[in-house]
């Protein structure tokens, strides 16, 4: 575990937010980055997905990183906040009539997206802050 004099921003047994925060900035800025230029190519919702997927585990392993600790509820954080960032742009996208309707790349009715999309989040960016901390400590 990350000692005070390691990490100002953790103690021991406790989440580091400032490393939180920053995974989450990278998760997203990578997503904008990758997904958008992605999807300018494809108009394709799924590939913005996916290199949401790559940016979240980059963006748990900066985390896990920077935190010194094999933390898991780091990760869970990031893709908590994460998720609850991008769905505000897709209902705020919605209500304001932006987006088409169905959203490229999905079918009308495909609910998978919304089902297997937020696990896909979850599980990636808790294993990139779980190979973040491991990868610290081992050096």
Do not use: H
Not at 7 to 34: Q, Y
């Amino acid at each position: 575990m990350a000692q005070a004099s390691e990490n100002p921003g953790a103690r021991e047994g406790d989440i580091d937010w400032r490393s939180i925060w920053i995974g989450c900035l990278v998760a997203l800025a990578g997503t904008l980055a990758l997904g958008g230029g992605l999807f300018l190519a494809y108009e394709n919702l799924w590939w913005v997905a996916l290199a949401g997927l790559v940016s979240l585990l980059v963006g748990g392993f900066i985390a896990g990183f920077r935190a010194k600790t094999a933390e898991p509820l780091n990760g869970a954080f990031i893709a908590v906040f994460y998720f609850a960032f991008v769905v505000a742009i897709l209902f705020g996208g919605e209500v304001a009539g932006v987006l088409p309707e169905p959203l490229p790349g999905l079918p009308r009715g495909d609910s998978t997206f919304f089902f297997v999309w937020p696990l896909e989040q979850l599980a990636s960016a808790t294993v990139g802050a779980a190979l973040g901390g491991w990868v610290s400590a081992r050096r």
